[in-house]
């Protein structure tokens, strides 16, 4: 109900119908919790594709691997989520979760409270849905 804060979902969505592969799943956490923390640990690599505000164009994706950020330098999630990204970030380093996680963050231009993406970002969703499909045939499959 944040505009282009639901981007996420409609990415995860598309990847799941247009670009479903074997031995992936794809789980919809759209209101994280805890549970993500645990479910993390059944798996070696973690993708979270999420909107954030990052000073980015409007659309732009960043994809970034989270052990190799430090806190304060992750960019700010727009997300109304129970757990946001510095959380996710701090919980996963505290617990010692083993799974490599990357974050797929799309730069947002409206989160005015609404439905419907932004106009930019409603015509950058299925690049955006492609440039991550790709980085999980990269990183996920093809590893």
Excluded: C, W
Excluded at 21 to 29: A, G, H, T
Excluded at 109 to 119: F, K, P, R, W
């Amino acid at each position: 109900m944040r505009r282009d804060d639901g981007i996420g979902i409609l990415v995860l969505e598309s990847l799941f119908a247009v670009y479903k592969r074997q031995n992936i799943d794809y789980l919809d956490f759209g209101t994280a919790s805890f549970d993500l923390l645990f479910k993390f640990q059944e798996y070696s690599q973690v993708l979270l594709i999420d909107a954030i505000d990052a000073g980015l164009a409007p659309g732009e994706l960043a994809i970034f691997d989270l052990s190799q950020m430090r806190a304060d330098e992750l960019p700010m999630v727009i997300s109304s989520h129970e757990l946001n990204l510095k959380s996710i970030f701090e919980l996963a380093r505290k617990f010692e979760v083993k799974a490599k996680i990357y974050v797929a963050g799309i730069q947002v231009q409206d989160v005015a409270h609404g439905e419907g993406l932004s106009l930019k970002l409603a015509d950058r969703k299925e690049a955006i849905v492609s440039e991550i499909s790709e980085f999980i045939d990269k990183k996920f499959v093809n590893a």
